[in-house]
């Protein structure tokens, strides 16, 4: 279905929205990815996924509290949206029903 | 840590800030910043850094930077209308500033028209002619006593030769007799009228428009082209071609073709027919029987167009040749290194050759008027800046609010030049408006026929720029001045204005007030050259004395008849031949020898030939010897002289003393003996010192052309006119009767000076006025704010005196200072400009004080009207508020 287009990397970044819940701002969710997933985040790929997810309507951005170093600027703080939350489900089950058509000689997978 | 030190490098932060769209440039900084300091305190601030410039430069991608229109619509028209609403208000709240403004502006910007219109007219004279950039007069030129000269008459043999041996180096060429003034006849009707006798390809070459026929209608033997004008008021709604027209009585010419008359601004505006070359040959039978190879007779004018390729200067150097000397002139010619030069189109109007030198008139003329164009339009901006700083006090409040509010300096500064534009544009409209009406009395002035190009782009491009650069220059200051105030101390009002707030403003007044004393001065020496050349002893009388000028052959052995029946017709006292008008220097010659002649001294006299009455009609101021005398046969070898010459001569007693012409022609020595001294008569311009001049009686050189007719004293004219006329009509029928007054003629030697004078009096009034308008607003505006002040000092007992002499004494003293300044600046300037006449009046420092207690009376009574004002006012009024 088109209308929930979603990449790989706007998957992951909803996904970490949805683990922070309502802690997710910029240096969180790229901390959370970075850890999680041991993979480098840079800032300009991280902003510009939130700024087509929010496009998308798929998360919302809500302004918030400031630090100490932040220097007085707002954290923008994400949520996923009702949209959104519809949007990784499709994927997950897109992805679900795919594996469950496998044959599972097909894959070979080593099973530990 | 201060806050500086934890900062990433700046100038990243600010391209970050500069690219980032505005609704995530917070939220994103803020990221940046918080792991830029998380960094800091991990890795250090190299790698900080760096991963800081990293991450900016990684963040420059589309979804991040902003859009190229701002977001948020922010709609800057509504502002714009803002600011000219406010000024609009404040137009209508101060009507009388917005008055003087306005109309100072105006009456500036109706000159700068006036005079732009008047430069262009100058500028764009002869481009009529389609081939303007081609076309040039064959002149001669060279340098005698290290002046350049040109001249522009050359001799038969040059046209020829051009025609016949170089006429690859040009397109076309076109020769013209000198400008005759011949009668024309067709039928009944016959109009003595100016025109040239010219080459077939004259038409085509300077691409007259043609009405009728084509431009080649000049081709035909005996053919004629009329101006559309004279055509109709020769032939009326009568169809001209083809039609045969008799010139002076003697050749048939036929009509065919019309154009139109040639514009003003051209050289040949006043030609009203151009007749074909043979008919200049046959009327001229001396051209071919003695001056075809004459090297000497100089007396036709050459154009030539030449081929786009060319340059004039290649075109110059390719012709060189075809200029050839007589065998006695030609050491002449190689000392003062005569030879031909062309003489283009663009140079004939605005640096012409008066009698071979050039006059510098038209061009400095063109540079004067452009100039005081300027500088009565700088005079008007001034008025503006000072009323606009002036008043400032007033909305230094505003000023304060709105930088309070958030308004930039920038946005202020925008503010005020929208004010001084709206201004500009009110009163280039009410210029325009000012200018239609005043043209009609400006072409008069200027003798010109200008019209205001209403259609034109360029016009309006033109009228546009005015503005702007008008609103700028008349808009800064007060736009920098406003919108410098510091916020707080303009809304506490308690600001200082210290001798330095005021200078500027006194400094714009001396200037405004030194243009206008330096225009009150020229003006003033300008009408006293005026009064002294006319006021100069003329040496005959000039009322009541009529010329006609003997045009066609008729007028030959008709004169005694003429004379006798004149002088029985009762108002006419005598009647005289003479070879010019009393008023001109007809002709000059050299040659002259005498007793103590000093053979180095060139003796070069204006001679004329005269008839035995002359000197009793003209009425010359005799004061030696006698008149010539009819009954004294003796007399036809008698000479008299004019005062200069006896001089020039040296001669103690001239009376019967011999003097000897030889002649150039035939190398004839004739003898004269000297029979009286007159006066020095004013032959030529009144300007110039006297020329020495003799006049012998008529017999010899010089055909005696003009009849002079000396009215009965008290005989008015109108009834004398008529019973003339008859006269004329009688003795010769066939000539039209055409006369000329002799004041009017020498009325007409002052018209260029008049004209100027009347031009710089305009010039003068408008400046005073523009001055003394800026005056009055100041001065109104010093008494405002000194209201309370005026109040206190009435309540301790002032005079109206006392507050009259207080306010007046700053302007005073401000133009005095101006005075000071410009009247060593106008000294100069005038004994400049009277160095263009020999017979001169002597500056008088009488004049200049003179214009300089003008000045300050002009100032007091401005000035006066707002101090009594202020004086006589009750305090108990002014000191009621607060």
């Known amino acids: 279905m088109r209308k929930y287009q979603l990449g790989e990397f706007e998957e992951i970044v909803m996904l970490t929205i949805a683990v922070l819940h309502k802690k997710a701002y910029g240096v969180a969710i790229k901390n959370e990815i970075q850890t999680r997933l041991s993979r480098k985040v840079s800032m300009g790929a991280m902003h510009s996924a939130l700024v087509r997810l929010e496009n998308k309507g798929f998360i919302q951005s809500t302004e918030g509290d400031s630090s100490e170093d932040r220097m007085g600027r707002p954290k923008k703080y994400y949520e996923v949206t009702a949209f959104g939350s519809k949007a990784i489900a499709h994927a997950k089950e897109t992805r679900d029903s795919l594996w469950r058509s496998i044959p599972t000689v097909a894959l070979k997978l080593k099973t530990r | 840590m201060t806050a500086n030190e934890k900062m990433p490098p700046r100038i990243f932060l600010r391209f970050f800030r500069w690219y980032c769209h505005p609704k995530l ?11 830029y300091q998380v960094h800091r ?4 601030k190299m790698q900080a850094d760096a991963r800081f410039v990293m991450d900016v430069i990684l963040l420059f991608r589309p979804g991040i930077i902003r859009p190229p229109q701002p977001s948020h619509k922010v709609n800057p028209i509504i502002m714009y209308k803002s600011y000219f609403t406010i000024a609009w208000r404040n137009l209508l709240r101060n009507g009388g500033y917005s008055f003087i ?22 500028v764009s004279y002869n481009k009529y002619h389609e081939n ?19 001249r522009t008459s050359q001799t ?10 170089y006429h690859t180096h040009f397109k076309r060429v076109a020769r013209t007799s000198w400008i005759v003034v011949p009668t024309i006849a067709a039928g009944e009707k016959k109009a003595n009228t100016v025109g040239l006798y010219v080459d077939s390809s004259m038409p085509g070459m300077f691409t007259f428009e043609m009405i009728e026929g084509t431009r080649s209608a000049l081709s035909k033997p005996q053919s004629i082209i009329l101006s559309s004008s004279f055509a109709k008021s020769l032939f009326g709604y009568d169809d001209p071609v083809n039609k045969t027209v008799r010139i002076n009585n003697t050749v048939d010419a036929t009509v065919t073709g019309v154009y139109n008359d040639l514009p003003l601004n051209t050289k040949f505006s ?17 051209i071919e029987k003695r001056a075809l190879h004459d090297l000497r007779n100089h007396f036709i004018q050459i154009y030539l167009e030449l081929h786009e390729a060319n340059t004039f200067s290649e075109a110059t150097s390719a012709l060189a040749p075809a200029l050839k000397f007589d065998p006695a002139d030609a050491d002449e010619a190689k000392k003062i290194q005569k030879r031909l030069a062309l003489y283009p189109m663009r140079d004939w109007h605005l640096y012409p050759y008066a009698r071979g030198e050039l006059d510098r008139g038209p061009i400095v003329m063109v540079t004067l008027v452009g100039a005081i164009g300027l500088f009565i339009l700088l005079l008007a901006c001034i008025n503006f800046m000072n009323l606009s700083t002036a008043r400032s006090e007033k909305r ?13 300096r920038s946005q202020l500064i925008g503010q005020f030049f929208s004010e001084s534009f709206l201004i500009v544009l009110f009163a280039l409209i009410m210029a325009l408006a000012l200018t239609s009406l005043c043209l ?18 360029a016009f309006w491009i033109a009228c546009l720029t005015v503005t702007i650069v008008t609103s700028l220059l008349a808009g800064s200051y007060p736009a920098l001045y406003l919108s410098s105030f510091n916020p707080i101390t303009a809304l506490k009002g308690n600001h200082r204005t210290g001798r330095l707030a005021t200078l500027p403003r006194k400094v714009l007044v001396v200037v405004q007030f030194s243009i206008s004393v330096i225009l009150i001065n020229c003006t003033a020496v300008i009408y006293q050259q005026i009064q002294f050349a006319k006021n100069r002893p003329v040496g005959y009388d000039r009322d009541g004395l009529l010329m006609i000028e003997k045009r066609t052959s008729d007028f030959y052995d008709k004169y005694d008849v003429l004379r006798a029946e004149l002088k029985n017709s009762g108002v006419v006292e005598e009647v005289s031949e003479s070879m010019g008008m009393v008023t001109e220097a007809m002709s000059g010659n050299n040659g002259w020898d005498w007793q103590g002649h000093d053979p180095n001294l060139e003796a070069n006299f204006v001679t004329l030939a005269v008839s035995h009455t002359h000197g009793k009609t003209v009425n010359w101021d005799l004061l030696a010897g006698r008149d010539f005398s009819i009954d004294n046969p003796g007399d036809s070898s008698g000479i008299i002289i004019n005062e200069a010459a006896a001089k020039f001569m040296g001669l103690e007693n001239p009376i019967g003393e011999r003097l000897t012409w030889k002649w150039w022609v035939d190398g004839r020595v004739l003898d004269y003996k000297i029979l009286g001294v007159i006066k020095n008569p004013v032959m030529d311009s009144p300007y110039d010192s006297d020329q020495p001049a003799v006049f012998y009686l008529k017999g010899f050189n010089g055909t005696p052309n003009w009849i002079h007719i000396r009215i009965v004293p008290n005989v008015h004219i109108a009834d004398a006119l008529p019973l003339i006329e008859n006269v004329f009509k009688k003795v010769i029928p066939s000539a039209p009767f055409d006369y000329k007054f002799a004041d009017d003629e020498y009325a007409r030697m002052f018209a260029y000076e008049e004209r100027t004078g009347k031009l710089a009096t305009v010039f003068t009034v408008l400046a005073i006025f523009i001055s003394c308008l800026g005056l009055f607003g100041l001065a109104s505006f010093v008494a405002e704010q000194r209201t309370k002040e005026i109040g206190i000092r009435k309540v301790l007992g002032a005079t109206v005196m006392n507050v009259w002499r207080m306010l007046s004494k700053d302007f005073i003293i401000l133009v005095l200072i101006a005075c000071a300044l410009s009247v060593p600046l106008a000294y100069y300037l005038m004994s400049q400009w009277l160095q263009n006449y020999s017979y001169r009046v002597d500056l008088s420092l009488w004049t200049f004080s003179l214009t300089c207690v003008v000045a300050i009376l002009i100032t007091i009574c401005t000035v006066s009207f707002q101090a009594i004002k202020a004086g006589v006012a009750n305090p108990v009024r002014s000191l009621r508020y607060d």
């Open chain 2, 440 to 457: 009609p009395a400006f072409n008069d002035l200027a003798g010109k026929d200008i019209a205001l190009p209403w259609t034109s782009t």
């Open chain 2, 396 to 408: 230094r409040r505003e000023v304060g609010i709105r930088k309070t509010i958030g308004s930039v």
């Open chain 2, 156 to 165: 038969y043999s040059l046209g020829t030769e051009l025609i016949e041996n």
């Open chain 2, 41 to 44: 305190r991990t890795v250090g």
């Open chain 2, 101 to 122: 403004n306005i109309g100072g502006l105006a009456i500036g910007l109706t000159i700068v028209i006036l005079n732009a219109l008047w430069i262009w007219d100058e």
């Open chain 2, 25 to 35: 440039v917070n939220s994103i900084e803020g990221d940046l910043l918080e792991e």
């Open chain 2, 270 to 286: 006043n030609i009203k027919f151009f007749g074909s070359w043979d008919l200049f040959l046959l009327q001229n039978p001396w």
């Open chain 2, 132 to 150: 303007y950039e081609r076309i040039a007069q064959v002149a001669e030129t060279g340098y005698l006593e290290g002046k350049r000269f040109l």
